[in-house]
């Protein structure tokens, strides 16, 4: 199975993006977040054509989960379905063949004094109690997404300066490494304990992709039985160089399901 995410920043306005990236690589699945969409206007058919099916949730403007995947997606829900604020268009769940994926897109949290931050770190909480509910951590599950977070010093290239960011003040970090321990092994870095690999880099930085200028905040996370199967995990950076892109790129990891 080769599984990816991408923060697309809009699926219509990176449609072309995303379906010539399907097309090249043959991918499995792939997760989108911040589809920007209502349901009502999603581009399913353009997925349709080139044999994929999509299972999504969006709103316009903001927001907006997918799944997009080669075999149809199975026992799909969206939201932690805890009672808490409405959050469908934030998590989507499905079973792709033996294998359980969760994708999210974690709020960004604006800044530390925002009521936002606190809206995430309550999130990841959240989070963590809905793999406790919905799963154990024995079977094939893969949390995918765009986690919002640069979980070590290695995942921004300037951290020293960042110890306030939303993305990696230490209490969000504390609070994603706390969901990861219900059960995750980080598949990317199983690959790759090197620095210097990031998944997003500003628009606002000039050459950030030239000049490794960005940071490491989606994640493809599994559970050991499936992180086991991980031949291999990587970061595309040539949609991120391409015309129009997304602010983030393309996060892949390959696993053999026997």
Known sequence: MK????????IRSRLDVVVGWLKKTNADVLCIQETKVTDDLFPAAAFREIGYSAVFRGQKS?????LVSKA??????????????????RLVSAKIGPVRIVNTYVPQGREI???MYGYKLEWFRRLKKYFERSFKPTQKVAWVGDMNVAPAEMDVPNASEQ???VC???????AFAETKGWGFTDVFRKHHPEAGQYTF?????IGAVERGMGWRVDHILATASLAARSTD???DLGPRLAAKPSDHTFLVAEFDLG
């Open 3 to 10: 599984l990816a995410t991408f923060n697309a920043n809009s």
């Open 62 to 66: 903001y927001n907006g989960v997918c």
């Open 72 to 89: 149809p997606a199975t026992e799909v829900s969206f939201g932690l379905n805890d009672g808490g604020q409405p959050d469908e268009t």
């Open 113 to 115: 004094d925002h009521e």
């Open 163 to 165: 110890v306030n960011n």
């Open 168 to 174: 990696y003040h230490e209490d969000v970090r504390k």
């Open 201 to 205: 880099f500003d628009y606002r930085t």
């Open 233 to 235: 995990s990587y970061v």
